[in-house]
């Protein structure tokens, strides 16, 4: 059992593979968080407390004279507002005659087999027959009877830990809930860097990794979203950790909506971090008999730097989260029509570049945005999903039939969380978008957003959805996010409710991915919101891809997937090439390098052929051919980043290897060039040192050992923006 209760000690004990996770019952009945790292026997760690007469640290009152106990210092699972602790707490209350103060007790605890389950929300798996359990620790407020049930699911070979909260109210009073943190984990030091990815549209998930200072640093969302701005995905690690050395910690909250992931560090230089949705825009009422559950947090811990970490959550997120059968298969070499033809197409257009794409190899067409109501450009039709016949003459039914005929699969795009005001739908339903009484709708690229906090919203879009599925005969769905939202308040709710709408709208959109993705588990759904808006685990639940970004410039992109890759694995980037110039930075960069950077991923292609000369039709071809020679070893191998892309100016590679270590491919792109260079190495990861490889194009053999500690020159012959790809195979 990978969960122990010492009663001697009042230890709980949780345990995987490489990590232990202690907490302890206080002497008073709080809950102390006690240690998280790496494996240690089990034993009272009671002599690590640190209890002290100190200033201004008040003491519970149940601790009478002894003022040596206060929850101001001590390590907590799960602080309580207004009870002496004066970090931020894990939970905010506010009772009906405007009290605050809460305080929770432990009163009960149970340990169960399976994964927890996550109401209404998605949440990790077990695989097979990998041992995972659940622990369940009641926190009880005596005073008003309300709980706090703290779940820990331990994944034991995964080495990971998955959290969530539920606060239940057993009382007799309403309460609002204003906050309800999915974990707090309190360090005892802090002299640890922060790693989190931010950016913006068209330059998601950059890497920054910040040294945690004095105070509190926060990241999170507040647009409705889990944003381009910052991902739900942070590392605590210590000074020293790189690629292959160090403690680290992770943090993904598997939540698509506003979160919160914060580092304090307090007067006595403890450090705790929080993750869960964002207090800011959150405010719950509970009726007596009502909960509240907080979405799931994983956790994870690394002795072997980062490299280490990110193997736990690819494997995590290969194995244990996604519900489409997808995930386990190879996906199609898709061609999507974006930024081949944007809004400027008819059917005849369409089937021209389709017919090309089949003839270059292309697996699947994909049409994007532009087939549907009146949708000449973006400031229409959002809402109206039915073909628009002006630009589809032939129907979507037809069109669909019509690519099969190619040999290629379709894939359609939609948007099904949007409304144009220039829209029947907008006409019919003006009240079915989020917006104020009395004020006009803030615009996000010109459309407003649906409610999807309403029941009846929810039941339309499942059936209209269901409908175009039916219709469409297609094999692919892109669902896109075109936009941040701003005002969340919902007709149907009354005033006391409208703090719940920024919640109710994720749970809305759970509810109808429920009804719509997993009834159709034969379609291979891409998620997307303006590229990767909503990269989260609880989107990948769904969904076993998502657009990366929307900026599809080679150089850039190496950035974004390198930040992207420290939580999620390639299987789940999807990556294209596009035309240069590029439309997002005006670049240029051979096709070839294009192809490199977008085998990081999902492989696909978002261009015109028809424009393309016979030559480099050929090289996509050829393109394809490489990528499905190695597309076993870049969805399930290991991930290694060799290079940082903000350290090295010169060059980036990464490499992924077979999980038996036999197979392996090397990328490496130049991204800046001097004259008379030095000659640079790069050095592989990954290999059966004892073992020998050959290199593909190479005379010899070599050994692992040696290639992972001379490596390999990069090539003095590749200009800028010049890349290679070099396949290896165990002799
Ligand atoms: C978003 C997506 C793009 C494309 C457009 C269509 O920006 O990220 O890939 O689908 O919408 O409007």
């Not at 931020?88 to 009960?108: L, N, R």
């Not at 050994?703 to 290896?728: C, F, K, T």
Request: proline share 4%.
């Amino acid at each position: 059992m990978a969960i122990k209760y010492n009663a001697d000690t009042k230890t709980f004990a949780l345990e995987t593979a490489d990590t232990s996770y202690l907490m302890k019952v206080s002497r008073y009945g709080n809950l102390l968080h006690m240690y998280y790292g790496a494996k240690i026997p089990d034993q009272d760690l009671d002599y690590l407390l640190s209890f002290q007469d100190r200033g201004f640290s008040p003491n519970p009152n149940e601790a009478g004279n002894d003022r040596t106990f206060s929850l101001d210092f001590l390590p907590q699972e799960f602080s309580t507002d207004r009870s002496g602790d004066y970090r931020t707490p894990s939970v905010e209350v506010i009772w009906g005659d405007g009290g605050t103060a809460f305080s929770g007790k432990v009163a009960g605890y149970e340990i169960s087999p399976g994964a927890a389950e996550i109401k209404g929300m998605p949440g990790l798996q077990k695989n097979g027959k990998e041992q995972v359990d659940t622990l369940v620790i009641r926190l009880e407020d005596p005073v008003s009877r309300v709980e706090a049930k703290l779940f820990y699911t331990v994944f034991e070979e995964k080495n990971v830990i998955a959290r969530s909260v539920i606060l239940a109210n057993y009382g007799t009073r309403d309460l609002r809930l204003e906050r309800l943190m999915s974990g707090t984990v309190d360090f005892r030091d802090s002299e640890y860097d922060l790693i989190y990815f931010s950016g913006r549209h068209t330059m998601e998930r950059e890497m920054r990794r910040i040294s945690v200072a004095d105070g509190i640093h926060s990241i999170g969302s507040t647009r409705g979203s889990s944003s381009h701005q910052y991902n739900p995905f942070a590392i605590l690690c210590e000074k020293n950790c790189d690629e292959d050395k160090g403690q680290c910690w992770g943090f993904s909250l598997v939540y698509s909506g506003n979160f919160l992931m914060e580092t304090e560090k307090d007067q006595y230089k403890q450090l705790r971090f929080q993750a869960g949705i964002n207090p800011k825009g959150f405010s719950f009422l509970l009726e007596p008999g009502e909960e509240f559950q907080a979405p799931q947090l994983i956790m994870a811990w690394s002795g072997s730097g980062l490299t280490g970490l990110s193997h736990i959550y690819h494997r995590l997120f290969r194995e244990n989260l996604s519900r489409s059968p997808y995930q386990k298969k190879l996906r199609p070499v898709l061609l999507n029509s974006w930024e081949a033809a944007y809004f400027d197409f008819d059917d005849e257009k369409i089937l021209s570049i389709a017919k090309a794409a089949a003839d270059m190899g292309v697996e699947m067409f994909v049409l994007d945005d532009g087939w549907f109501g009146k949708r000449n450009d973006d400031c229409s039709g959002l809402g109206d999903w039915t073909v628009n016949r002006e630009k589809i003459k032939i129907g979507i039914g037809k069109m669909s039939e019509k690519i099969h005929e190619m040999g290629m699969k379709f894939g359609l795009w939609i948007e099904p969380e949007m409304i144009s005001e220039d829209s029947e739908l907008y006409r019919q339903h003006p009240d079915w978008c989020l917006r104020e009484p009395g004020r006009p709708a803030t615009r996000g690229r010109y459309q407003l957003v649906l409610d999807l906090s309403r029941e009846d919203v929810c039941e339309y879009l499942i059936e209209t959805i269901n409908h175009i599925l039916d219709q469409a005969g297609a094999e692919y769905i892109k669902w896109d996010m075109n936009r941040s939202i701003t005002e969340a308040w919902s007709g149907l709710l009354g005033r006391e409710h409208q703090g719940e709408v920024f919640h109710r709208y994720v749970l809305g959109l759970y509810h109808v991915m429920d009804r719509v993705i997993l009834t159709h588990p034969d379609i291979l759904f891409c998620g997307c919101s303006g590229g990767g808006g909503r990269y989260d685990p609880a989107m990948l639940y769904y969904q076993p891809q998502i657009w990366c970004s929307d900026n599809t410039d080679a150089i850039n992109r190496l950035k974004i997937q390198y930040g992207t890759s420290f939580a999620y694995p390639p299987c789940t980037m999807e990556a294209h090439v596009s035309v240069c110039p590029n439309h997002q930075t005006g670049r240029s960069v051979p096709l070839h390098t294009r192809g490199v950077t977008a085998m990081g991923g999902v492989f696909g292609y978002e261009l015109d052929p028809t424009k393309m000369t016979e030559e480099e039709k050929e090289q996509c071809r050829e393109q394809i051919r490489f990528y499905r020679k190695y597309a076993k070893v870049i969805m399930e191998g290991d991930y290694y980043r060799l290079t940082d892309p903000y350290e090295n100016r010169y060059f980036t590679a990464w490499e992924s290897v077979s999980p038996d270590g036999k197979k392996a491919l090397l990328s490496i792109v130049v991204t800046d060039k001097e004259g008379n260079d030095a000659q640079r190495y790069v050095k592989l990861k990954g290999l059966n040192p004892d073992e020998y490889y050959r290199i593909d194009g190479w005379k010899g053999k070599f050994s692992g050992r040696l290639l992972m500690n001379a490596g390999i020159p990069v090539p003095e012959s590749l200009r800028e923006y010049d890349s290679l790809q070099i396949g290896l195979k165990m002799v």
